[in-house]
């Protein structure tokens, strides 16, 4: 994520800002939405990696390490570095600007508290697939028996439905109007002004 951010911002901003004429390049909602998508995209990387890895494992419980470098590793946490950088500053960035400006604070509050119920629910999961596909679990404590694979396939179809959710929302989903921010914003000024009198 570090990586693409100042990518993002240097380089893709100024080329879709032409286009789009919007001053952030894309919207709030548009940025979070191909962050998403991009997600999916890590997460089947994840499980055909995953795949390839337990193919060359064998499924041996006793096979202590696979002829595969951790350089495979790199496209799936690369494509997901990425997704992160549209949805994690997108949602940042659209739950600051959208709630009213003397909530700003609160609107920081709530996409924090998004990602730890995020964060609950992804334990939530683990746990529940792992309950669930006893007594072969799909994350199980030896990597070559398990199914990670599966769990990744799993999530990538979470991801698909949750991309299609939040289409649908996004649809009817109506920006704060910016003359209100820009009002509010002299009122504030002006209400800060006559306390300096």
Not at 30 to 48: D, E, K, P, S, Y
Not at 129 to 146: E, F, K, Q, V, Y
């Amino acid at each position: 994520m570090v990586v693409f951010v100042p990518i993002y911002d240097r380089i893709i901003v100024p080329i879709v800002r032409k286009r789009t004429k919007n001053e952030r390049g894309i919207t709030f909602l548009q940025r979070i939405g191909i962050g998403i998508f991009i997600g999916v995209v890590g997460m089947v990387t994840a499980a055909l990696v995953e795949r390839k890895r337990r193919h060359l494992a064998g499924g041996r419980p006793q096979s202590k390490q696979v002829d595969m470098s951790v350089f495979w590793l790199l496209p799936q946490y690369s494509i997901l570095g990425l997704a992160q950088s549209f949805t994690s500053i997108g949602r940042l960035e659209f739950f600051y600007d959208q709630v009213p400006n003397n909530l700003r604070s609160l609107g920081t509050a709530m996409y924090l508290t998004s990602v730890g119920v995020g964060n609950f629910l992804s334990s939530a999961l683990i746990t529940i697939i792992n309950r669930a596909t006893d007594p072969h679990p799909w994350i199980g404590r030896n990597l070559n028996t398990s199914h990670l694979d599966y769990f990744y396939w799993l999530l990538a179809a979470l991801c698909l439905v949750e991309l299609g959710i939040f289409l649908w929302l996004s649809f009817w989903y109506r920006y704060k109007p910016v003359h209100d921010a820009h009002e509010m914003q002299k009122q504030c000024d002006d209400v800060l002004s006559s306390s300096q009198i």
